[in-house]
């Protein structure tokens, strides 16, 4: 089943149930999909190689956001609750990443084969080129400064 048919029936049966929370962020991802589509210079389908694509920025910027809420405590707790239920929600549909432990051993191999690493930037990039999908970019930018110090 495609991604488009997954959220077509969990939309319809988010309303049945009256499950706002799904319900709105299932629109939200058709909004992005649709804006994509209708971009100048589109060609192609909505297939689940763009819906991924969109989920995942989505759920980047939902986790941003929702750590920003998180930090002004109280008052935007509500809204950090509901970024994370999005996130969480929409993180069944893209790839998974490795975890933070299995991150920091390729760093630390990466570092090893490279040897004289003279910036951040030469250890990221080569990660990020042979396991792009695999990898969680803000984790990998963070696990290469702690271990270059």
């Known amino acids: 089943m ?41 060609e192609g389908e909505a297939d689940d190689e763009l819906y991924r694509a969109v989920i995942g920025s989505y759920v980047k910027k939902m986790s941003k956001a929702r750590d920003e809420y998180a930090r002004l405590g109280e008052r935007g707790e509500a809204m950090a609750v509901k970024l994370g239920f999005e996130v969480q929600y929409l993180s069944r549909w893209l790839p998974t990443t490795l975890s933070e432990d299995d991150t920091r051993a390729l760093v630390q191999s990466t570092i090893a084969e490279i040897g004289d690493v003279t910036s951040p930037g030469m250890v990221i990039g080569r990660l990020m080129k042979a396991y792009g999908d695999q990898l969680d970019g803000s984790v990998v930018n963070r696990i290469v400064r702690e271990a270059l110090g």
Do not use: W
């Open 2 to 42: 495609s991604i488009k048919s997954e959220l077509a029936a969990e939309l319809r049966d988010a309303m049945l149930s009256r499950d706002a929370l799904r319900r709105d962020v299932i629109r939200q991802v058709e909004t992005e999909v649709t804006r994509k589509v209708t971009e100048p210079g589109f």
